[in-house]
């Protein structure tokens, strides 16, 4: 059973820096992508990166480029959202999420980590 468990959100000041963290258990990590979504109150899940199973491949969406950065130790099972330059709106919930190679969608979610940003 794939488990994803996400760390490291917290408060954090306009302007300042987070890093969320997901640790992966039960699948062989590096045959899965791998994301980042977040959910702000009242509002839909929304993309916030991907990458792919060797780290070659990154896609962000245009709110977080340039501000975020995501990252996968394969040795660890572990894959980071680095998030700088953070500003109010990026409050939400963060989720991790993980895709096999073959398959379209993701299919396996974590329970989520809260970052609140105050302005």
């Given amino acids: 059973?794939?488990?994803l468990v996400e760390s490291g959100g917290g408060l954090v000041q306009a302007g300042g820096?987070?890093?969320v963290s997901c640790a992966?258990?039960?699948?062989?990590f590096n045959n899965y992508g791998l994301g980042w979504f977040r959910q702000a109150p009242g509002k839909e899940r929304e993309f916030v990166a991907r990458?792919?199973?060797?780290?070659?491949?990154?896609?962000?969406a245009d709110s977080v480029k340039g501000r975020f950065t995501i990252s996968r130790d394969n040795a660890k099972n572990t894959v980071y959202l680095q998030m700088n330059s953070l500003k109010p709106e990026d409050t939400g919930v963060y989720f991790c999420t993980a895709k096999f190679v073959s398959k379209a969608s993701y299919a396996n979610w974590g329970q989520g980590t809260q970052g609140i940003v105050s302005s």
């Avoid at 992966?24 to 062989?28: D, F, I, P, R, V």
């Avoid at 990458?51 to 962000?60: D, E, P």
């Fill in 1 to 3: 059973q794939v488990q």
């Fill in 51 to 60: 990458i792919n199973w060797s780290g070659g491949s990154k896609n962000y």
């Fill in 17 to 19: 820096s987070l890093r």
């Fill in 24 to 28: 992966a258990a039960g699948l062989t």
